[in-house]
């Protein structure tokens, strides 16, 4: 199975406190990374909808926007009157002292501290209610989102599916190549060795040569290489084919995959291999282009 990193979600609801709507979208990243934008009355909420996301995925960049709306009682400013009349007592017995003749106007009062309440402070006290709210929409949210997720993902499977078996019809058509070729080569590598051994060198007591002949004895063989390549791709179809998407693990067999076809071409001058050689890692490269948007 593979989930892709990109994806959107949104999701909507109404309440008794007003509408809330969370929109979210997210992008490719090697790490996990949540952005989460709040209204300023709803900041308090931005940990809670960051702790809650990290649950629903492994890597990639999401970024999530949240909208609401107030019901006309929390966006209302309240006067708390025990407040205005203490201050109200206070100023009419100041005012009886001084033997003030205007009177004290009330609406002046309002501005003092602690007189009006604001509307944050009505959204605090029903706070418990709000963050159980927009749990429920962001888990709509992310719903949709990991819906999306999973359809590009689909896409991407069936397209590496068919790039990997691509790839493996390649490896067997350089092995198929390179046995035949296998004599040739063979007679090739005698001769050179041949003409490294010529003249007296190993009569001198000089035993360069022989770390000469190692050298070209590991260099010129592509089996090893063919038969780790074939491993690779039995451990890549295992991963494809997981309950769980590992993008990562995928990353790192394309890497390993790509030592192999390189090393061949470094080994091999048969004009037949390096074509297939040329081809096998245009197909890696574009798998690897697909499996980088995977989780």
């Known amino acids: 199975m593979l989930v892709s990193m990109t994806g959107h979600g949104a999701a909507n609801g109404s309440f008794d406190w007003g509408t809330i709507t969370i929109d979210m979208h997210s992008v490719n990243s090697r790490y996990k990374d949540v952005t989460v934008r709040c209204p300023r009355e709803l900041s308090m909420l931005e940990n809670l909808i960051a702790e809650e996301l990290t649950k629903h995925f492994e890597r990639g960049k999401v970024t999530v926007n949240v909208y609401a709306s107030f019901a006309p009682n929390l966006k209302m ?17 100041i005012h009886g002292r001084l033997k003030l003749l205007e009177e ?17 402070a009505h959204i605090f006290d029903i706070y418990e209610k709000i963050s159980e709210d927009m749990l429920s929409v962001l888990r709509q949210a992310i719903s949709k989102w990991n819906e999306m997720k999973r359809l590009e993902g689909d896409h991407t499977a069936s397209f590496v599916t068919r790039a990997i078996d691509d790839y493996e019809s390649l490896i067997l058509s350089i092995e198929k190549e390179w046995n035949e070729a296998f004599d040739e080569e063979l007679e090739n590598f005698r001769r050179k060795i041949d003409l490294l051994l010529s003249g007296n060198a190993q009569d001198s007591g000089d035993t360069t040569y022989l770390q000469g002949v190692a050298v070209m004895a590991d260099k ?10 074939k491993s690779h791709i039995a451990k890549f179809r295992e991963t494809l084919n997981s309950p769980s998407s590992e993008g990562k693990k995928l990353n790192f067999l394309l890497q390993e995959m790509l030592r192999e076809i390189n090393t061949i071409a ?3 001058g048969n004009a037949e291999i390096r074509w297939h050689v040329v081809e096998g890692k245009c197909l890696l490269e574009q798998i690897r282009e697909q499996i980088q948007n995977v989780e």
């Open 77 to 93: 400013a309240k006067i708390n009157g025990q407040v205005l009349a203490n201050y109200f007592d206070e100023l009419m017995a």
């Open 220 to 229: 010129w063989d592509i089996k090893e290489e063919i038969t780790r390549s």
């Open 266 to 268: 470094s080994k091999v």
């Open 104 to 120: 004290i106007q009330l609406e002046l009062l309002l501005n003092l501290p602690g007189v009006l309440e604001q509307p944050e």
